[in-house]
């Protein structure tokens, strides 16, 4: 507390990732990171892990079409005592959301549960580890925000 206030410390880093295999050590400089500020337990790990890896995979595959060229952005940001947020960026074109969730919702119009099990999981898996997500109206952006 400063002069009666409270004062939020941010440390913020920033990654660019230009191949999709590079996104592993990435991910455990990630996890690196926000452990000498978090101390994180193993399922913290495991938890930012997955939600990392997914994120970062899908703009490289959804997102970026595993185009050369193509690279996926990353900010990390650590707000004492208990938070941290991720916004991951890809080069590509986006998707529209709504459309995704009702495709997943209405198991009907899938031809089989191959495409309900591909389309779309990510995004679930996210959800239930995450406090937050949001995605930018183009659909090339998402914030995440964990509770530690």
């Known amino acids: 507390m400063l002069g009666g206030y409270h004062v939020l410390v941010q440390y913020l880093k920033h ?9 592993r050590n990435i991910v455990g400089d990630m996890i690196f990171f926000a452990d000498s500020y ?28 595993m185009l050369q060229g193509k690279k996926v952005y990353v900010w990390l940001k650590i707000i004492l005592p208990d938070t941290m947020k991720l916004l991951v960026v890809d080069e590509g074109n986006g998707f529209n959301l709504i459309t995704r969730v009702k495709y997943l919702d209405n198991g009907s119009i899938c031809s089989s549960i191959d495409r309900i099990l591909e389309n779309g999981r990510g995004i679930q898996l996210v959800s239930s580890l995450c406090e937050q997500i949001r995605y930018n109206k183009k659909g090339n952006k998402v914030i995440v925000v964990i509770t530690i």
């Open 15 to 23: 990654y660019t990732i230009t191949e999709l295999p590079n996104a």
């Open 38 to 65: 978090f101390h994180l337990d193993e399922e913290n790990q495991y938890r930012i892990h997955l939600v990392l890896s997914e994120l970062i995979a899908n703009g490289f595959v959804h997102g970026n079409h």
